[in-house]
T-cell receptor
Framework: KQEVTQIPAALSVPEGENLVLNCSFT??????LQWFRQDPGKGLTSLLL?????REQTSGRLNASLDKSSGRSTLYIAASQPGDSATYLC???????????????FGKGTHLIIQP | EAGVAQSPRYKIIEKRQSVAFWCNPI?????LYWYQQILGQGPKLLIQ????????DSQLPKDRFSAERLKGVDSTLKIQPAKLEDSAVYLC????????????????FGPGTRLTVT
């Protein structure tokens, strides 16, 4: 059974700092990995998707890396801003034998606060 | 492009009552998912549809939960009867299938329905 762990559970940093969120998973046979952002009382917003054959993806100030063999991913946020405050969730899916992907298995998230 | 739509946004019911949630996925997305998110946890997959068919319902409590997807578009999730531990946010997501394409199976989520069972 796939398990996803996110460290740290919570993080508070001053505005402007660069930071790294960590995600690990127990079964390396994944189809893809997604990072999401969740604001209080809201749904999930997809930030980055990394296919299993890729090593990293970038979007603006965000960079996500994937090391499938070691079961790890990191989300790097550059020059953090108060608007980045949210819960960040990592999730992985597994390929299905008939083609396509399973639903996502999520970690519990990292609650991030950026202090102005 | 319109996102995933869900209704209602909030629902309060008493235990042993029944409740239904509705989801309309992004146009053209063949795969639809329902997740349950309990406070402080990551979402947990309940059921996955591909077009009209169920792909995975291994974590759906079938004695009280049911779901259907008519004509491969809208979907409803029902709980009957509800228990206190069903209090959670119910999230619907959808994804497209384009084999060998970047972004294949990327999931897009709706705003969720917050259910409180008293």
């Amino acid at each position: 059974k796939q398990e996803v762990t996110q460290i740290p559970a919570a993080l508070s940093v001053p505005e402007g700092e660069n930071l790294v969120l960590n995600c690990s998973f127990t079964d390396s046979a994944i189809y893809n990995l997604q990072w999401f952002r969740q604001d209080p009382g809201k749904g999930l917003t997809s930030l980055l998707l990394i296919q299993s054959s890729q090593r990293e993806q970038t979007s603006g100030r965000l960079n996500a890396s994937l090391d499938k063999s070691s079961g790890r991913s990191t989300l790097y946020i550059a020059a953090s801003q108060p608007g980045d405050s949210a819960t960040y969730l990592c999730a992985v899916s597994k390929g299905r034998s008939g083609g396509g992907a399973d639903g996502l298995t999520f970690g519990k998230g990292t609650h991030l606060i950026i202090q102005p | 492009e319109a996102g995933v739509a869900q209704s209602p946004r909030y629902k309060i019911i008493e235990k042993r009552q029944s409740v239904a949630f509705w989801c309309n996925p992004i146009s053209g997305h063949a795969t639809l998912y329902w997740y349950q998110q309990i406070l402080g946890q990551g979402p947990k997959l309940l059921i996955q549809f591909q077009n009209n068919g169920v792909v995975d319902d291994s974590q759906l409590p079938k004695d009280r939960f049911s779901a259907e997807r008519l004509k491969g578009v809208d979907s409803t999730l029902k709980i009957q009867p509800a228990k206190l531990e069903d209090s959670a946010v119910y999230l619907c997501a959808s994804s497209f299938i384009r084999f060998f394409a970047v972004g294949n199976y990327e999931q897009y989520f709706g705003p969720g329905t917050r259910l409180t069972v008293t």
